[in-house]
């Protein structure tokens, strides 16, 4: 039996190969080391459903209190979530989804509206050919779709611009390399290339400057991480002209769980904001993230010494209560 005010928080993360995931899983175990009654226990799925599917039985074997839920992919995954959320288990799915409503709520930027923001600028700001290649994530995970969708609801409407291939990609920059290297063959003459992450948005360009062609076409990709290779560096380098910020919102999914938890209402949809990045602003968000990246190395720091101080004061009250009485 679990001790009174004891939250155990279960987190079936998809993977964490990539410095997104890496990001959002620490983010979110920052906030929990907050709430000292929180254990949070994050299970990694190394991208490989089957394995998601057994990490979240056991999760449920452990007797968590609520469920988060990153999932690889929406349709295998929607069974055992629903399982979960049946037995009464409060279900918070973060950035992909699952099919269907059973869940209490989700959290994540709005894949549509970052299709549509990537699509208004490069209408805003072509001014060659128009032609642009479109690289998808997984089909099968909502963020490919829905960047997908929302891309081709602005495009659609402009003449000028068009999607002349599109490469159906993993979210993965292996997966971009022979299919570009075939298309730009074909379309020496391509203006943009649209890449839903920014990893495979890298991946683009390490083509395209295999083949001589990297100041000739530009880069646009999603994501938009401070780390060294991540998208506000690549624009900085001037590799990608832009990115679509997309919040891993790791801390926030720990804040709603505990609500959750709490039995309070909570909205269905949370919506973590987006903004367009570009050379004009990648300092500005360079800078504030490292701010925050400073805020919580602090915090976690702070979280250490409370941590050795603990355990010092444990080690000197058994040397004390042995001294008193034997
Ligand atoms: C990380 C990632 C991100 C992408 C997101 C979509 O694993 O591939 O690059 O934005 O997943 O779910």
New binding site residues.
């Given amino acids: 039996r679990q001790e009174k005010d004891h939250i155990r928080i279960g987190f079936s993360q998809?993977?964490t190969t990539?410095e997104?995931?890496q990001q959002m899983d620490k983010s979110m175990k920052i906030e929990a080391s907050l709430h000292p009654e929180v254990e949070l226990m994050i299970a990694d799925a190394h991208n490989d459903v089957a394995t998601q599917i057994q990490d979240i039985q056991s999760l449920l074997d452990s007797d968590i209190n609520v469920l988060i839920v990153s999932p690889i992919a929406s349709e295998p995954i929607t069974p055992i979530v629903k399982k979960a959320y049946k037995k009464g288990i409060p279900v918070l799915i973060v950035?992909?989804k699952i099919e269907g409503e059973s869940y209490t709520a989700y959290l994540g930027a709005d894949n549509i509206e970052i299709g549509r923001t990537a699509a208004n600028y490069i209408v805003a700001n072509q001014s060659g050919s128009g032609k642009i290649i479109e690289i998808t994530?997984l089909k099968e995970?909502s963020?490919a779709y829905e960047r997908g969708l929302g891309f081709s609801q602005i495009i659609r409407d402009y003449p000028k611009v068009s999607v002349v291939a599109t490469i159906d990609g993993d979210?993965e920059k292996g997966s971009v390399k022979e299919p570009l290297k075939k298309i730009l063959a074909e379309f020496p003459d391509v203006e943009y290339v649209y890449a839903q992450?920014?990893?495979m948005a890298l991946g683009a360009w390490e083509v395209a400057q295999s083949m001589g062609l990297e100041h000739q076409l530009k880069f646009v990709g999603?994501?938009g991480l401070n780390t060294p290779n991540g998208g506000i560096q690549l624009v900085k380098k001037g590799m990608l002209e832009a990115t679509v910020l997309?919040p891993t919102g790791g801390n926030e999914a720990l804040k709603l769980a505990l609500q959750m938890y709490q039995g309070e209402t909570v909205p269905r949809r949370n919506l973590l904001n987006s903004i367009i990045i570009n050379k004009m602003n990648a300092e500005l968000m360079e800078n504030q993230m490292d701010k925050i990246d400073q805020q919580q190395y602090i915090i976690d720091s702070q979280q250490q010494a409370i941590r050795v101080q603990e355990a010092q004061y444990t080690t000197q009250r058994n040397l004390l209560f042995g001294l008193l009485f034997f």
Avoid: I, K, L, T
């Fill in positions: 998809a993977m990539d997104w995931r950035d992909r994530g995970s963020p979210w992450n920014d990893r999603v994501d997309y």
